[in-house]
């Protein structure tokens, strides 16, 4: 419950010594006037510490609107004045993490709190995909004639907000177009299944359910044949590097990976597969064991709205793993043979390919590793000569990625070079290979 | 570290500072009287302060300097001291020292008075001795036979004691025709003809027979009692009159020099004598001072310093600022070589012409199958739509120059590279765009060449 004066208070306070020191020797009459400045400023010091103190008991309630990536995210900060001193005026500073992008609402603001009254403010965010913290809001109050400025208190606790990833229904659509079967699971090996495959001669101890009658009246014997039921084990491994922020908003590796990640796993549902997700944080693995259908998906968008921007910028170096990955996923891989699939940048890739080196040479699991190409962001601001200039200069890295991928070839994963537009469909083509 | 915790603030202290001054002015000054007579606070040859030493050791003692304020307890046992009053008892006086003892089951009385001035007290007692008024002889040699010792003693002009009754003549001079008595003993106490015998000079000197005598006669009067010392009598003086001339010479020897020093000092410190003085000195310094034209506006610019430093000082203060918003960052990949670009701060050098041709040869070889060296380069660029001038012109420069670059050539021998190199980017966009890609549109070889 502290304020303090201004700079301004002390010119008011030279002013009264002035004044009073010119009439106590008989130079102008205005002694009067500078006890009238002197009693002018203990008034507004008590008010500003009876202010103060009404503005370190407020009530602040915090809601939130919208948590789907690429709409608003509306935070509403209602503040409600308990007491009958008026708070005039007070200065608020939201405070949100400086990766997230103000689409409406401004971010500071100056106003006045009647007494038993209320404050609305809000602000609205670009949602962008994972966890954020918005608030609190720091206050600072000043008397209307900001001469006495109170402490920097904070006003109400963070919001917690989850963003989930925009899943694009024209890829989902084209991901199934891709695959041979509408949503039921099926290889090309055939067996007992109910999709049919193809036809072919009889021959002893098939089952006389199975003959295909239609040949039979042309005088051959056939059985017809289907498509035998498996099921696939997909995990994804999205390794989450310093550089999976790198690039403009909404449009970074990790959000990128997180909408293909999140249309996959639809995908996977759908077609009632098992599907994990991991995500590789430094030398820290989180994520969901298999699950199967729906509650396989709900995991999934969890799990990538629950990713902390705020924990990756901080990070010292990109870095993926210290050797104990491998190990501990092969502690929850299931028996069957498990598809893993590898979502990662350049800047990770090496490090993420001698973690998951032992998973390939196991022999239990097909590892993909998918590397998204480094997008050169924000060229179109840029010349042609300079857009030209800028290309023949990191000409020489992108060839650099060339060779990182022979290398990571080299330890038996099946890596590939994508970018974000082809990487879900690239992803789905390489499992319907699987399959076969 | 533990907090430092103000019980009193700064503030109340001076504020009650300034009232404990004003009420100190308001008061008046403290005077602390000086003694020359028989009072026990004098430590002079004429006090009773070894007396009173004497009996705070020995005795319960109370000091009386207002009979009013006397509070005793019921059934007390006391004895009543008055030694050498320099000034009379009233009748008044007596009776309220009878009514102050009046609780008390045993009252007994010690009077050493050569001056008569304690009668008033006997009357009022009830004694039978009475003093007298004029000292016969300067020092009678007295000897004295008491129920509690034998001593001769010398008396320092005593007056004689008169009585009628029963009380006992225990102070007889010797060595005279005329013997006066000078102590009686009676049931009320003793009366004795001479204070001098209780005071400093006689209980300081080396003859320890006074001391011994004074000692067994309190010891015999007061047997498990309270002692009353009476002070009402002494005459106090003003320590100002000793610089006043206003004392007789023959006293001043009689005064205690160290509370003289102490009673002036008190007196010398006490606001109310300084404060004014000072106040109106000051007063005519500054208006003095004001008549001189540069001091006049000397002293009101000190004034106005003085004034705004304490009316600032009273508040802690801090520049206005208003709060840091949140900056938003964005990381765009290559980020450092685009603002380089865009400053205008990045000039194409040799490494740059060998990257483009590398980049041309590339996806020449990539796309047609021919390297950019080959003879049949720039037929395959002609069949894929360039002009067959430029596509000879660009294999041609490109080589030209891609040897100078690498050393197999110094032919030409002056080259600015920068120059020479955009005019390659120039030549070779139009290449690029017959193969399907692009440098310097927004969609370039990125993507299309992994």
Redesign the interface.
């Known amino acids: 419950m502290i304020t303090?004066?201004?700079?301004?208070?002390?010119a008011l306070?030279?002013f009264?010594?002035?004044s009073?020191?010119?009439d106590?020797?008989g130079?102008v009459p205005a002694g009067r006037l500078g006890l009238a400045t002197?009693l002018f400023?203990i008034f507004l010091?008590t008010y500003s510490t009876l202010a103060q103190a009404s503005l370190e008991g407020l009530r602040v309630k915090v809601s939130q609107e919208g948590a789907l990536e690429g709409r608003p995210l509306r935070v509403t900060f209602e503040i409600c004045n308990p007491f009958i001193i008026p708070i005039a005026f007070v200065?608020?500073?939201?405070?949100?993490?400086?990766?997230?992008?103000?689409s409406a609402g401004s971010?500071?603001l100056l106003g006045a709190i009647p007494p038993r009254g209320c404050l609305s403010y809000s602000v609205s965010f670009l949602a962008r995909v994972g966890e954020h913290e918005i608030g609190p809001l720091?206050a600072?109050f000043?008397d209307p004639l900001?001469i006495f400025?109170g402490t920097?208190i904070e006003l109400g606790e963070k919001a917690l907000v989850r963003v989930k990833p925009r899943e694009s229904e024209k890829l989902r659509r084209a991901l199934f177009s891709i695959s041979r079967s509408g949503g039921m699971l099926r290889t090309s090996r055939a067996g007992e299944g109910l999709e049919f495959l193809s036809t072919r001669e009889y021959v002893p101890g098939d089952d006389l359910r199975r003959v295909f009658w239609k040949a039979l009246a042309k005088g051959r014997l056939a059985v017809k044949e289907f498509d035998r039921e498996s099921t696939q084990y997909n995990l994804v491994l999205l390794a989450l590097g310093k550089?999976m922020?790198?690039?403009?908003?909404l449009q970074?590796p990790l959000e990128h990976a997180a909408r293909v990640i999140a249309v996959l796993s639809r995908y996977f549902a759908e077609k009632g597969e098992q599907q994990a997700l991991y995500l590789v944080n430094g030398d820290r693995l989180d994520g969901i064991k298999m699950v199967r259908g729906r509650k396989g998906y709900e995991l999934t968008i969890r799990a990538l709205s629950s990713v902390r921007l705020h924990d990756l910028l901080n990070q010292r170096e990109t870095s993926v793993g210290k050797g104990t990955i491998a190990r501990e996923l092969l502690m929850t891989l299931p028996r069957e043979r498990v598809n893993i699939i590898a979502i990662t940048t350049m800047g990770s890739a090496r490090q993420l390919a001698e973690e998951l080196k032992v998973l390939a040479e196991s022999g239990r699991c097909s590892v993909y590793m998918f590397l998204m190409?480094?997008?050169?962001?924000?060229?179109?601001?840029?010349s042609?000569?300079?857009?030209?200039?800028?290309?023949?200069?990191?000409?020489?890295e992108?060839?650099s990625?060339?060779d990182a991928l022979k290398e990571i070839r080299k330890t038996g994963i099946k890596a590939v070079?994508v970018?974000p537009g082809d990487m879900a469909r690239r992803i789905v083509m390489r499992l319907e290979m699987e399959r076969m | 570290m533990r907090k430092k915790v103000t019980l009193v603030p700064l503030f109340t202290l001076i504020l009650l500072l300034i009232i404990g001054f004003i009420g100190a002015i308001e008061r008046g000054p403290l005077t602390l009287s000086v003694y020359v007579g028989a009072h026990p606070a004098n430590e002079g040859p004429m006090g009773l302060s070894e007396l009173y030493k004497m009996l705070r050791a020995n005795f319960s003692v109370i000091l009386v300097n207002s009979w009013k304020d006397v509070k005793l307890e019921e059934k007390c046992r006391v004895l009543i001291v008055i030694v050498s009053p320099e000034l009379p008892y009233t009748g008044e006086e007596a009776a309220r020292i009878a009514e102050a003892v009046r609780a008390c089951e045993e009252v007994r009385l010690l009077v050493a008075d050569e001056t008569g001035n304690a009668n008033p007290i006997l009357a009022e007692f009830g004694s039978e001795v009475r003093i007298g008024t004029n000292a016969l002889r300067e020092y009678p040699l007295v000897a004295v036979d008491a129920p509690w010792g034998s001593y001769v003693l010398l008396l320092d002009r005593p007056s004689p004691l008169f009585a009628h009754g029963n009380a006992e003549a225990i102070g007889i001079e010797i060595g005279v025709q005329d013997p006066q008595v000078y102590a009686f003993l009676e049931s009320r106490g003793l009366v004795w003809g001479d204070g001098s015998v209780f005071l400093n000079q006689v209980l300081r000197s080396e003859n320890s027979i006074y001391r011994e005598f004074v000692r067994d006669t309190l010891s015999y009067l007061c047997n498990n009692c309270t002692i009353l010392l009476d002070a009402t009598k002494a005459q106090a003086m003003n320590p100002l009159d000793f610089f006043h001339g206003n004392v007789s010479p023959e006293v001043v020897p009689l005064v205690d020099p160290f509370s003289l020093l102490i009673s002036l000092l008190s007196h010398i410190i006490h606001p109310s004598n300084w404060f004014f003085p000072l106040a109106r000195l000051v007063n005519a310094l500054v208006a003095d001072l004001?008549v001189v034209s540069p001091l006049?506006e000397l002293?009101?610019?000190a004034?106005?310093?003085v004034?705004?430093l304490f009316?600032?000082s009273r508040?802690?203060?801090?520049?206005?600022v208003?709060?840091?918003?949140?900056?938003?960052?964005?990381?765009?990949?290559?980020?450092a070589?685009?603002d380089k670009?865009?400053k205008g701060g990045?000039s194409?050098k040799k490494d740059?012409f060998v990257?483009?041709y590398?980049?041309l040869d590339?996806l020449l070889l990539s796309t047609a199958g021919v390297s950019l060296s080959s003879p049949e380069a720039a037929s395959v660029l002609q069949n894929r739509g360039m002009s067959s001038e430029k596509a000879k012109a660009l294999v041609e420069f490109m080589n030209k120059y891609y040897r100078r670059a690498t050393g197999k050539s110094l032919w030409p021998p002056v080259v600015f590279w920068n120059s020479t190199t955009?005019k390659a980017?120039s030549l070779t966009?139009e290449a690029l765009k017959v193969l399907g890609y692009s440098?310097?549109?927004?969609r370039?070889?990125?993507?299309r060449?992994?």
């Open positions: 303090k004066s201004t700079e301004r208070a002390l306070a030279l009264a010594s002035l009073i020191a010119v106590t020797f130079l002197v400023l010091k200065e608020l500073s939201l405070r949100y993490p400086e990766y997230l992008k103000l971010p500071a720091r600072v000043r900001g400025r920097e550089d922020l790198t690039g403009p908003y970074t190409v480094p997008q050169f962001y924000g060229v179109e601001t840029m042609p000569m300079e857009r030209a200039i800028f290309r023949i200069k990191s000409f020489q992108i060839l990625m060339k070079i970018t | 004001l006049r002293i009101i610019v004034t106005f310093i004034l705004s009316i600032s508040e802690s203060s801090e520049r206005d208003p709060l840091r918003e949140v900056t938003e960052v964005h990381w765009y990949g290559y980020s070589l685009k670009i865009m990045s194409l740059d990257a483009l590398e980049l590339y955009r980017i966009e440098l310097m549109e927004a370039g070889i990125e993507g060449v992994l």
